[in-house]
């Protein structure tokens, strides 16, 4: 339990792509283009919904 599927626009493509999630962890990728993201990218693109001000010192 815990596992839903969210679309999220693919970054290889542009288009809706589908990114499975645990406990809001992404831990699955795809795109129906069949664009291949490495698990590190699809962490750092959908890992976390905060505002992305944190780079800012
Ligand atoms: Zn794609």
Redesign the pocket.
Known sequence: MGERVTWET??????P?AVGRLDGVPVEFD?????RLTADLVSAMFGRRRPARRFVR
Do not use: E, F, I, L
């Open positions: 693919c970054p290889g493509c542009g288009r792509a795109c129906p283009r069949g664009c």
